[in-house]
């Protein structure tokens, strides 16, 4: 009669399917009512503790935001922060062009033209971040306009968007990047631009299914019924109460455009040299592995991987700790 | 008192979940005879569902458990059965009906296979000859082309035609005891009517024991036998029918019986709603659940639960309002004038 | 004249199916719907699911558009009004929904929630619109502190009245009740009723009563109109109704509608109706109930009968749709065709 099985982070959950849910929803109601008022996120922070790799997840992404903050902050004031100039060039500390390992005072060891590895994993940090936040930024801004006009409205005007939509999945990414790359100005910020750009589809697709299904509810009869005209409806009352996946989405996207940043520092595009970003660093010093200066790649990798799978985590376990299905 | 078909005695059954331990059931006891009817009467955390289900150890557990008390089917206790003994009960010898036929019914599954899977359950019966018995089970609660509506979806039955196919399923194996949780809140008044008869007719026939479920009085006044008023989790008044509704004990029954628009009171009179809201279960007192909104509170009824006090043949009620004053209390309640004094 | 008209209001669903979404049929929800309302009376509209009354209580409103008709609110046509105009009549034609736990925005506060049609409508300042919550919070038998909190920490009836707050929030004449308390408790629905009941007297308000439950109608409504397969079938003053029904499928309903009291109950004469409720997808020809009346002849199958007044005693008005209403034992007899609108509305 009950089923077991584990959520995405391995924790048992055993779901009863014998009980018609009106059972419960008696027991929780009543339970609720005149009980003392819980804040709307307080359940689901409650079971998200509980997720030990969402936690970690989360701490992970605390780190890299602090840091990646930081070094944001401190370009902008034209510095760094870190124990080395990360672009100080130092041929002494790269005998035979192949760096030198890890010691105390370069604890990750300097690359292939005498650069210390560490300073450059810390500032290449704010590489990540922005490109985390401007991308997201951008894709939430452009999905949830069309997203939610898209599932509220209906009719044509939901087949242009969601054909439209269609139309930026199915395009490879890399030519699309290329496109854009065409028309916006050069830098690395235009990459994060794009990727920005393309990835308005997401949110505006997961976006109006739950504005599909909040659009029939009550309240926003009500609402209409209170003469909201259709602005008031859509932004204030339909799309605060399809937030809650998009939060998900949000964590994993900001994972993914890090991740996609590096798959494109391959192409050449993105950051220049002598500038550092991890995916960077990972292109430049790839060739180095085979010569034996593992330090080169494997630190920027380290951080890559790690910073990537902090956000899916905390974004897999926000999506185990808002699903009112999965029972504790 | 020779052996009753179902003897349930002090039965409690707790939800312990994050926030606190909710007492779902707390310390219910009641019998149930062959051919006779139960109705439980409460509302919304009242415990009556739960108790239902715990009877058929259906209750989640985790977080509920059914901590206390002695579930006796002819002498068997179901609390301290084993997993694969509850599993021959289920459905052979206590059957349930639940409240929304939308949601019970497998979607995906014909209807007669639903059928005919609950009788190759229980009885040793070959496939062929159990979807004959569900054809045969279909035409007996009245669904008019049952041959045709046997190979059917649940989506091609009304809501009223769904309940009936419930019952059909629960009726399969001649339980002894069927429970109906709610059987007719999710139909049309007409369509009501029309199952209430069909339990009724299935009753007779297979000379069971039927435990009704509901909030509705007028439901309880029709087919129970005897009823049980629960509230937060305990019994505050149990009767015979006549007993319930004309000479009345607890203020909750009060309460309820005065808070009915009726259809067929003669001029507009003003309904006496109970103050208050629900109870919180998950601080409930340890006295009576009724404190605060009852209007004869006493201090003791907070701290400690009444006693049964026997007001009449099989009628007990717990209050702490000793017998004179309830009576005269109870007379003058504006819509109990006309009772029996 | 009264205050709201409604005049043939019909409301056809289109069905669309198959790849090229065709209209392939129509649910005919409401099909030539008319009554009318006073000021301060209370019209109940009754029926089994399917029947069509939620769908005439939207449609009154505009969250549903009618497919024709003509509904007049104060002499002011609703369905073919400006935007301006319709912004203008939402101030005094309000509605109380059925499910409390999702007729309220469960991100909004209770103050914007109860006070959300005073900002749109730009009634009042601010401070003047904080204090008008906090009285009809109080007029709801809520209290101020109530305003910062949030709908889940509510029950429900609370939260219904936290709607009905906000259903009073613009000073509205007309509020059309749509089950307001089926999804209630039995204990807590005699608690809203007394509540709306009290509102009407001190609030001079006009209710449109849309429920199931007849013993509720009946209780709260002056006159009350019975709904079957998107038509009235019977209409008259409320107790006249259930003493003297004439529609049979009015007198089917009353005999299924369980009464709490054993003895009743034991004695009571009840009439069974066969089958189930016809689909409005798919409604019958002629006389909309004909499949299931125990009266049928062969007339009930060409057309619908019109809605017309019976006569009832001391020249009450009683609307039947029927060729054999039970006034005239059943019989046929010439029902005088009186079309609804061009009486006053009940006695």
Redesign the interface.
Known sequence: MAEQHQDTSGNRIVEDLTISTTTERDVVEARLAGAKPLGLWADTWRRLRRNKLAVVGMWIIIVFMTVGGVEVLAAAAGTYVAPYDPNQENYALSPQGLGSPPSLQHPFGTDYLGRDVLSRVLVAARISLLVGVIAVAIALAIGLVAGPISGYYGGWIDSVIMRTADVFFAFPFILFVLLLLTVLPAGFGSVFIAIGILGWATYARLNRGSVLSVKAMEFVEAARAQGASDLRVIFRHVLPNTMAPIYVAIAMGIGGAISTEAALAFLGLGVQPPDASWGRMIADNLTYLAAGSWWMLFFPSFFLVVTVFGFISFGNGLRDATDPKLKE | MAGHLLEVTELSTHFFTHAGVVKAVNGVSFTLDRRETLGIVGESGSGKTVAALSLMRLVPDPPGKIVEGSLLLGGRDLRTMSGEEIRRVRGNDIAMIFQDPMTSLNPVVKVGKQIAEAITLHQDKSKAEAWEMAAKLLARVGIPDADKRVSQYPFEFSGGMRQRAMIAMAISCNPDILIADEPTTALDVTIQAQIIDVIREMQERYESGVIAITHDLGVVAEIADKVMVMYGGRTVEYAGIDEIFYNPQHPYTWGLLGSLPRLDEAEKTRLTPIKGQPPDLLALPEGCPFVGRCAYERPECRDKWPSLEIVGAEHGVHCWIPADERLSARKRLPHFEKLVP | MSLLEVRELTKHFPIKSGVMKRTTGYVYAVDGVSFALDRGETLGLVG??GCGKSTTG?TL?R?IEATSGTVTFEGRDVLRASRGD??RL??DM??I???PY???????RVRDIVG??LK??GIGTPAERKKRVFELLETVGLSAEHAE??P???????RQRI?IA?ALA?SPKLIICDEPVSAL???????V??LL?DLQGDLELTYLFIA?D???V???SDRVAVMYLGKIVESSDS?LL?SHPQHPYTE??????????????RTRR?I??E???PSPANPPHGCVFHPRCPRAQEICTTAMPTLGNTGGDAGARHDVACYFPTRYGGARQEVPQTPPEAATGGA
């Open positions: 089994e699911s939207r409103l969250l319709m912004q939402r101030r309000q509605i929904f059925q499910d999702a007729s309220l925005n469960p991100r909004m959300e049609s749109i409508h909190r949030y889940h920490e509510f029950s429900g009836g609370q709607g906000r613009p408790d039995v204990s807590i629905r005699a608690q009723i007394n009941e199931h007849l013993s509720v009946k209780h709260i107790s259930y089917a309903l009353l005999s299924a509608v369980p009464i709490p009291d054993p003895q009743t109950e009840r069974i109706l089958g189930d409720v």
